[in-house]
């Protein structure tokens, strides 16, 4: 059940956006990496701390290994630090930290580049992203099909 939750929220078509305000620990994290954006603010702390229960972050492994850089995954998930929001976006894990004062206007102005896109281009690029790491970033003609189709179609146009 744990991997389907993460599953659809990975595989949604839609942008999805995260905001962490405080601790972020062991599922949580995992949560975060499934998110298009994730915003942190400078009160937000992050931990895989299964190491410390005996366990791994092994369901949530596949979602960290995507956003955050392999070295930095390796020590947070192998001695279970507490790292803060800066920390997680010099990772790849958060795109955004902003200050509790600031955090409200960050979220909106994040939200409003969102909504003026066209849904169908973010739903295709979504899409384009997955079939590109599939296929370890080769190019082939998929791509060329994508923005053709984007192209001819009616938000495209």
Known sequence: KLTKMFEA?????????????????????????????????????????????????????????RRMLPGALRRYALSAKVFSGQEAQHCGLVDVTATEETLEKVIRDELNNLLACGPTAQMAIKALLDEVRS?????????????????TGQEGQ
Request: hydrophobic share 55%; aromatic share 6%.
């Open 9 to 65: 929220l990975t595989n949604l078509r839609i942008p999805t956006l995260a905001v962490v305000r405080g601790a972020a620990y062991g599922g949580a994290v995992g949560l975060v990496a499934c998110c298009d954006i994730v915003i942190a603010s400078d009160r937000a702390n992050f931990c895989l701390s299964e190491a410390k229960l005996g366990l791994a972050p092994a369901v949530i492994m596949p979602y960290l290994a």
């Open 135 to 151: 296929r370890a970033a080769v190019q082939g003609p998929y791509t060329s099909e994508i923005i053709a189709a984007l192209r």
